[in-house]
């Protein structure tokens, strides 16, 4: 279960937007009164909360890092001639 | 002459020519019976019919001759003049397949002009005009060759987002179509298509190994040009990928590569593609890092929670996650941290253990390898806190092993000895980090003989490899014995060995030992027992042994399997390794007992008085003894009935009471014997 999913919010969002996250999820009806019930209760909760926003999200800052490049000297594409020697093939 | 005469007469005879047309008309040849009918005149309806019938036969087979003809000339190649023919059939025999037939020569025909109206132009140099001549025969129908011209002709006329989508569907099986093709590919920016399409272009020459190098490196300009946009990661993946499979490597495309992967991740994990991930990070050779290592432990958790399957997968990583210091650097507050840490350890725990696909066999071995891990992390934890070990990035010993980094987890816990409660923690959590820790993890499954199969040799004096192969073939041998079968060769001297590094195993055996109830089963103990204790003095085993022993002489006297003699020696021989079994004590006492009393009898029996008297006075047991007095009872009793002889009578009491005043001169029989003969001898004085 990813409670974020079933309130239809984002990492870092606070206690009061969470239950107004649930009162919305409870009228657009995706999920039962449960699941949404349950979403809420388990982020409301200092320690699961924290599990969740672990487990829910996957931080990839660690493995972008600023990458320069040196363009490779390349022909223009007009310089792409066709080529000939299949021709007799064919 | 006459018979001319007779022969003229005949022929203009109108039956004989009806007769003659009614002939030909049956055999199919119309055109004659055409011929006779119509010499009678058309008078009769009948006639008139049957002519009728003959002119449509006669057009019919006209028509036929024509087909023929038509064959010819279209095998001689102008279907104008077959078209012609068949044309001509058909108006007389009106068959579908002739009409088809017309079709499909007035399409070649129209092909052929095409065709050559192409060539023409083509020669020309117009090819674009030759293009829309193939296009109208494409549009009459599906022509493969026509459309393939029709694509070459775009190339040539430099018309390439034509000539792709007229490419595209066809298949090409001449180097020279797809080295077309790719060339419009390349001309309309599809640079990566075209590589592909012309890596099936079994050519070695120069000029188009030199093209396919221009092309790779507008490729390569074009997604670093994409990727600085941050662009569809997908593409430059895929793309930038299948250029360094290729052979276009370098450094700089391999880093846009690996960042366009965790790009792309980013995008799938979103879409809960989790499989896709871990095929990306398959693909990828990476060094595994904190933030790596968080996000294969993730990932296999949503997988495994989507799938109810890949326990062991998760468990690999999911202890080293969130025991890492990555993991705690999340919290300020340190309660906080071991109470996300728990709660996620236990959702894990759920998936890992109790997967929805999983028997109750490999749930119970999949727990215990976790229980295994989930014990040596606690372990890592507890070493992180000291200082003097610095940072390290604690591994699971499966992922140890995987990533090569079990020598680095090993040294830390010899660095550590001290922390250690015991040897056996400390033997314990290096075996999981030695060589033979595969082996370990079968072993704690319960998969005794796949731990045997995997046990390796490790270096001399490798404590914890042969700490993990003690316990293997410890719990190999000890599983074989308690289903009653021998263990493997060497045990013996094997756990004495190990019982002296680990004797925390020797209780274990000895525990077994003295649960064992089976008679097989304590046989096995006995036999192994007696082995160890003879090469080595251990006095628990010791202990073990004898007590084992006299359990097993009473189980096989119980089951008449030996005899009282030999229950009695092998009480003897339990009682002289273990002086204070009690059990073999009171046992040797009853047998002692026993033995006696079937000496006693047996000398009886024989009237062997004096050996009995022997017995009597020198058996512990109050029954031998009781049994010696009540044979005389019962002698007195007999002698009243059987004798009549006072004399008679008075010579055997004489001869009772010597014998039994020989084992007890105090004996009550001895007073009724006393009376018995001085009743006897007043009755004969008087």
Request: contains cysteine.
């Amino acid at each position: 279960m990813n409670p974020y999913k079933i309130l239809n919010i984002g990492v870092g969002i606070e206690k009061r937007d969470i239950v107004m996250a649930a009162a919305r999820a409870l009228r657009e009806r995706r999920f039962s009164a449960k699941e949404v019930a349950m979403a809420q209760r388990e982020l409301l909760d200092p320690v699961s909360g924290a599990a969740h926003r672990f487990l829910q999200f996957v931080d990839l800052d660690p493995f972008l890092k600023a990458v320069t490049f040196k363009r490779p000297k390349a022909a223009p594409l007009s310089d792409l001639k066709r080529l000939k020697i299949f021709d007799e093939d064919s | 002459m006459g018979k001319k005469k007779k022969k003229k007469g005949l022929k203009n005879d109108p039956m004989a020519i009806l007769e003659k047309g009614e002939r030909f008309f049956q055999k199919g040849n119309y055109p004659l019976a055409k011929k006779e009918f119509e010499k009678l005149g058309a008078v009769e309806k009948d006639l008139l019919k049957k002519i009728e019938i003959c002119d449509q036969e006669i057009q019919k087979q006209n028509a036929r001759e024509l087909l023929k003809r038509a064959r010819k000339v279209e095998k001689g190649g102008n279907p104008q003049a077959a078209v012609k023919c068949f044309e001509e059939a058909h108006a007389v025999l009106g068959e579908d397949w002739i009409r088809e037939k017309i079709e499909r020569l007035q399409n070649k025909s129209l092909e052929m002009d095409v065709r050559r109206s192409a060539r023409e132009a083509a020669a020309a140099g117009d090819y674009l005009r030759a293009a829309k001549l193939c296009d109208r025969l494409v549009s009459a129908g599906e022509n493969e060759a026509m459309r393939l011209l029709k694509a070459v002709c775009l190339v040539r006329g430099e018309a390439y987002e034509d000539a792709v989508s007229a490419f595209r569907p066809l298949a090409l099986e001449e180097p020279a179509h797809r080295y077309d093709f790719g060339f419009a590919l390349a001309k309309t920016g599809r640079y990566a298509e075209c590589l592909r399409v012309w890596d099936s272009i079994q050519s070695r020459d120069e000029s188009f190994l030199e093209q396919k190098s221009q092309v790779a490196l507008l490729l390569v300009s074009d997604l670093y040009a994409a990727f600085e946009k941050r662009e569809n990661p997908e593409r430059l993946y895929k793309e930038g990928k299948y250029l360094m499979d290729a052979g276009y490597g370098s450094s700089e495309l391999s880093g846009m590569v690996e960042q366009s992967m965790f790009l792309r991740i980013g995008e799938i994990w979103d879409e809960e593609n989790y499989e896709g991930i871990l095929e990306l990070l398959h693909q990828a050779s990476l060094e595994m890092e904190p933030a790596l290592l968080q996000l294969y432990a993730k990932t296999w958790f949503k997988v495994a929670e989507k799938t109810g399957e890949c326990g062991a997968d998760l468990s690999t990583f999911w202890l080293s996650a969130v025991y890492s210091e990555a993991f705690e650097s999340r919290f300020s507050d340190a309660d906080l941290c071991d109470g996300a840490r728990a709660v996620l350890i236990d959702w894990a725990e759920a998936l890992v253990v109790g997967g929805e696909k999983m028997d109750a066999a490999a749930a119970e071995k999949i727990s215990a390898q976790w229980s295994l891990e989930k014990d040596v992390a606690g372990v890592f934890d507890g070493l992180r806190q000291n200082r003097k070990n610095g940072g390290f990035l604690f591994l699971t010993p499966r992922l140890a092993a995987q990533t090569g980094k079990s020598g680095e987890m090993l040294a830390i816990v010899k660095k550590n000895r001290s922390f250690f409660k015991s040897k056996e923690d400390y033997l314990r959590t290096g075996g999981c980090y030695s060589p033979a820790w595969e082996s370990f993890y079968h072993l704690v499954a319960g998969e005794y003989k796949k731990a045997v199969q995997t046990l390796v040799v490790g270096e001399k004096e490798d404590e914890f490899t042969d700490y993990v192969k003690g316990r293997v073939l410890f719990a190999d041998g000890l599983s074989c014995m308690m289903r009653g079968k021998r263990p493997p060769d060497d045990y013996e001297k094997t756990m004495r060995t190990f019982f002296a590094a680990a004797p925390e195993y020797e209780e274990q055996f000895i525990s077994a030992a003295l649960d064992a109830e089976d008679l097989g089963v304590l046989q096995r103990f006995e036999e192994v027992l007696t082995c160890i204790s003879d090469r080595g003095h251990s006095p628990a085993l010791a202990k073990a042994l004898s007590l084992v022993m006299s359990r097993r002489a009473i189980e096989m006297i119980s089951q008449n399997l030996i005899t009282e003699k030999v229950f009695y020696l092998s009480l003897k021989k339990a009682l002289e390794i273990n002086p204070e079994n009690e059990h073999a004590r009171g046992l040797l006492k009853d047998s002692q007992s026993n033995l006696d009393m079937m000496a006693l009898d047996k000398a009886l029996s024989r009237m062997k008085m004096n050996m009995a008297c022997k017995i009597a006075n020198e058996s512990d047991s109050d029954v031998v003894r009781k049994a010696f007095f009540d044979y005389f009872q019962g002698a007195l009793e007999d002698m009243d009935r059987e004798l009549n002889s006072d004399s008679e009578k008075i010579f055997y009491l004489k001869d009772f009471y010597k014998w039994c005043e020989k084992v007890d001169e105090d004996h009550d029989i001895l007073y009724e014997i006393e009376e018995k003969l001085e009743e006897l001898e007043g009755e004969n004085f008087a």
